[in-house]
């Protein structure tokens, strides 16, 4: 994506040059009468999160998105659509192939593995930037400016346990928990929606009263940064036992039901014949799921300073069982960095109850709020004009890379803005077509009032 887009720029007679950590730097020069002027700086991320549905076979290094129109949204229905962040790079490309455009110098930044962890925004070095003020377009609310973000960090935990041979009698089951919405685990972390790995968990550690279960495996989530949609495990009972394990997998399911109803209406649990040798060693089994049980996820306290705002969470975002290898990772987001700090360290303690290898990394500062920005103020003095409307200023849970890139460049001037889009991480992301066009607009405006 960065070597098309950087020969795309060079077509256009535009200079561009690559960072040590991946990142492109496209530079265009003032439009006539606008030389000398301060200049700005546009900045998007190349990578989108790939999630699709269960049962659809999608190569996301292959395969083309599917998308459609529907009722004013661009979406696609059974995996990511990727407007987080494609719609700001087609923005930022928008400008930098417009002929007709009032505006300053520009530097417009592609940052790489934003989903990932920030790793473009943490290599990006000190010196490149020119630009005194930046336009981050990720945001994901039309007619809203975010201000400030939390930061966060991954807590990977690991261990191996023993296994033992399944006992004769027991049969194998692979009991699947689906059909729950997901979402961005900051920006859809306070909707209460359900955690497939929470609930699989729940689940096996009720199974473990009423029959003699035996944890073969188990898989659930498949992105950090995104809730999980589905979870499975392998699980080995009693032979005798299979019709109250049936009716247990039945009655968990409507319970699963009732509680997330409005939220997750159409959880699902399953079962088909799995394949049981080996198991877990019942008193690996027991760590393991009492630490995933108790594990923090969703939110651990809402701001003070800023109403309605989540301070810290968590995200039991990815879990792995298999031949006795155990693995998972939890991202935690918080606004303050004590609070991140605070929290990761109480994950990595109960871990290490369970005896398992603790790593926490990915550390990223959030982006501290400026009410007094002098930015801030010219766009909000351009969106009044251009729409006839107050725009909303907002502190946000999710991470983005201002506060990263704004701990290199501390002098920076930085405001968010973007179209609206819907269901970013998971399947079903969508993007509202007009907020684009609105988007699109003011971008133009902003950049003749700079």
Known sequence: ???????????????????????????????????????????????????????????????????????????????????????????????????????????????????????????????LLRGTRMLNLDTEEWGEFYLGCAGGCDVSVKRHCLTEPVPSGYRGRRIAVSGLRGGHSGGDIHLGRGNANKLLVRLLRRLEKITDARLVAFAGGTARNALAREAWAVVATPAADDAVVEAFLTTTQA?????LAGVDDDVTITASPAEAATSVNLGDQSDLLAALYVAPHGVRTMSVAFPAVVETSNNLGVIALENGEFSANLMVRSLRGSGTQLLADEIACLFSLAGCQIAISGEYPGWTPNPQSPLLALCREVFQREFGTEATVKVIHAGLECGVIGSKYPDLDTVSLGPTIRGAHAPGERVEIETVAQSWRLLKALLAAL
């Open 1 to 127: 994506m960065r070597r098309h887009l950087a020969d795309w720029a060079v077509a256009h007679g535009l200079a561009t040059q690559t960072d040590a950590a991946g990142n492109l730097l496209i530079r265009k020069p003032a439009s006539v009468g606008c030389e000398g002027r301060p200049g700005v700086i546009l900045q998007a991320h190349l990578d989108m999160v790939c999630q699709a549905n269960s049962g659809i076979a999608h190569d996301f290094d292959k395969d083309p998105i599917s998308s459609v129109e529907r009722d004013g949204w661009l979406v696609a229905e059974d995996t990511t659509l990727g407007a987080d962040n494609g719609i700001g790079v087609a923005l930022a490309m928008a400008v930098l192939e417009a002929g007709d455009l009032v505006h300053p110098d520009i530097e417009v930044l592609f940052t790489v593995d934003e989903e990932v962890g920030m790793g473009g925004a943490h290599g990006l070095q000190p010196g």
């Open 255 to 259: 319970l699963y039901r009732d509680e």
